[in-house]
């Protein structure tokens, strides 16, 4: 059996390890958002459902090397926008969405020559367009010019 001793070095030793969990946890988390945005961007390309270019949103991720735990933030920020809309009837314009989009991937300028604002655009349409309209600020911001 274990003396105290011994099972306090184990516990130390285990909690010493626990930042170095942790960052492996997130490096995974992240590698699996990138997998699944390359596997889907695969598909796609395979099934053609849809013209792919340079200014859809995967392929932009994967080029930039956005880190993948960021991938839900865009979402987040249309779902924020959308919430903002509804209580006060304010929406961005085009330009200050795609500024806000910038800061959230703080993208530098050489990131904006691929993240256009084309990107952010189709970004817009794609969540404009769903089946249950459930965005539509983002009508409003795409007719902001």
């Known amino acids: ?4 001793s ?3 070095a184990r516990v130390q030793k ?3 390890s626990l930042p170095q ?3 492996l946890d997130q490096e995974v988390y992240s590698l699996t958002q990138k997998l699944e945005k390359a596997t889907n961007l695969l ?3 395979i099934e053609e459902k849809n013209r792919l270019g340079v200014h859809d949103l995967e392929y932009v991720f994967l080029k930039l090397n956005i880190d993948g735990t960021k991938y839900h933030e865009l979402p987040l920020l249309i ?3 959308e919430r903002e809309f509804r209580k006060t009837g304010k929406f961005p314009t085009i330009q200050e969405f795609h500024q806000k989009v910038i800061e959230l991937f703080s993208l530098t300028e050489d990131d904006q020559k691929i993240f256009t604002l084309e990107v952010t655009k189709n970004v817009l349409e ?3 367009n769903d089946e249950d309209n459930t965005f539509p600020v983002c009508k409003m911001i795409l007719s902001s010019h």
């Open 79 to 81: 779902s924020k926008t």
């Open 21 to 23: 969990i942790d960052r």
């Open 126 to 128: 794609k969540f404009m």
């Open 1 to 4: 059996m274990f003396n105290v």
């Open 6 to 8: 011994e099972l306090e």
């Open 14 to 16: 285990i909690e010493d």
């Open 43 to 45: 598909i796609d390309i």
